[in-house]
Structure formats: structure tokens, C-alpha cells
Antibody
Framework: EVQLVESGGGLVQRGGSLRLSCAAS????????MHWVRQAPGKGLLWVSR????????TYAASVKGRFTISRDNAKTTLFMQMNSLRVEDTAVYYC?????????WGQGTLVTVSS | QSVLTQPPSASGTPGQRVTISCSGS????????VNWYQQVPGTAPKLLIY???QRPSGVPERLSGSKSGTSASLAISGLQSEDEADYFC???????????FGTGTKVTVL
């Protein structure tokens, strides 16, 4: 069974940093591209970033480019998101997701709250 | 900020058929596959339809997807109370070089 478990969320002040982690199991992690998707309270889903299977190719949404960095450790089957210069509008639940045929599996999410 | 447009709400009585539309452009739906997700508030999204019209194992046959040009649709037949949730379409966008989601549709079973 595919499992994706996020951690690292919490309360941070505007301008601060957080590092999210996503522990993957139940599939061959190193074979799959991975994503981060976020959802602000009461809002829809917003794609944040994608990384290819070996970690060499990354893509970002315009709203986070230059502030967020996606990475992965295939040996530890873990996905990361380093978030710097956080803004109030970055407040959201952050989901880790696997790309099969597009996104096919999601974690339960971790809440990031940025205070002003 | 969503690139794909969905109606905000849809409803029906138990047993009825409900259809949700998803409108995009040649950069996303027109040139790429569409997925559909169900999200019960407070939980993670769940994949319902992939590659426009394919159901993952475990998704009932009364759910079906289709695509034509720059639009896609999700149909729920034999509506049940457990279908009350939010539904999102999604596709890769070649212009944005990113994954785009629909605005979301809340389905209510009357």
C-alpha cells in the first residue's frame, strides 16, 4: 500500500523558514516523480512544485519560485520542501503527492501557518 | 488563480445523475490528460478518474469521466449520500509548465 506521511509543518512568523518532509513507503520511491500541492483554508488546490525521479529536474509555481526548494533522498525514500521567506499567503495544508498517471496518491498533509 | 473552471456547486437526490464540467484551454485539457479527485473536507484528495476516463481499482463504475476538446466532465450516476464531497479536475499545463487544478465543485445530496 502506498503511504506518504508529511511532517514539519507548524507556526512561523512572516519571513521565517520551515522544512517539510514526506516519508514514502509501499512503492519504489526512486522510480517516481513527486509533487508538493497546497490548499489554503477553505480554498482549492494549488500545485507548488515537482521533482523528477533522480532529483536533477525541478519545477516550481511562479508564486514560490526563488523561495521554495524541493529535493529528495532516494536512499531514505523521503521528499523535502525547504520554504524560506515565508509570507502570510503561504498559509495552507501542504500535501506530498506521487506522480503515476499525473498525481495518483496523496499524503494526509501538514499545516503551515505563517503569522504576521 | 485556478486555470480550470468548474461550477461551484451541483446537487441531486439519491439515485439521480450529476455531471460536473471542467473547462480549460489548448495548453492544458486540450493537449493533456485529465484527472479527477474527490475530497471530503478535512481529508486528503482521492483519485477518482485518470487519463480522462479510466477508473482506478476500487472506484465504482457509476463514476465516469470524459473529455472533448478543451473541456472534461465527471458524471456520478446513482447518487449516494457518500458522494457528498468536493470534486476537482486537474491537468498538466504546457504554458505554465505546471500542474493546474479546477476551481472545485461541491456536490450535495439532497
Amino acid at each position: 500500500e502506498v503511504q506518504l506521511v508529511e511532517s514539519g509543518g507548524g507556526l512561523v512568523q512572516r519571513g521565517g523558514s520551515l522544512r517539510l518532509s514526506c516519508a514514502a513507503s509501499g512503492f519504489t520511491f526512486s522510480n517516481y516523480w513527486m509533487h508538493w500541492v497546497r490548499q489554503a483554508p477553505g480554498k482549492g488546490l494549488l500545485w507548488v512544485s515537482r521533482i523528477n525521479s533522480d532529483g536533477r529536474t525541478t519545477t516550481y509555481a511562479a508564486s514560490v519560485k526563488g523561495r521554495f526548494t524541493i529535493s529528495r533522498d532516494n536512499a531514505k525514500t523521503t521528499l523535502f520542501m525547504q520554504m524560506n521567506s515565508l509570507r502570510v499567503e503561504d498559509t495552507a495544508v501542504y500535501y506530498c503527492a506521487r506522480e503515476g498517471t499525473l498525481i495518483d496518491h496523496w499524503g494526509q498533509g501538514t499545516l503551515v501557518t505563517v503569522s504576521s | 488563480q485556478s486555470v480550470l473552471t468548474q461550477p461551484p456547486s451541483a446537487s441531486g437526490t439519491p439515485g439521480q445523475r450529476v455531471t460536473i464540467s471542467c473547462s480549460g484551454s489548448s495548453f492544458n485539457i486540450g493537449g493533456n490528460s485529465v484527472n479527477w479527485y474527490q475530497q471530503v473536507p478535512g481529508t486528503a484528495p482521492k483519485l477518482l478518474i485518470y487519463s480522462n476516463d479510466q477508473r482506478p481499482s476500487g472506484v465504482p463504475e457509476r463514476l465516469s469521466g470524459s473529455k472533448s476538446g478543451t473541456s472534461a466532465s465527471l458524471a456520478i450516476s446513482g447518487l449516494q449520500s457518500e458522494d457528498e464531497a468536493d470534486y476537482f479536475c486537474a491537468a498538466w499545463d504546457d504554458s505554465l509548465n505546471g500542474y493546474v487544478f479546477g476551481t472545485g465543485t461541491k456536490v450535495t445530496v439532497l
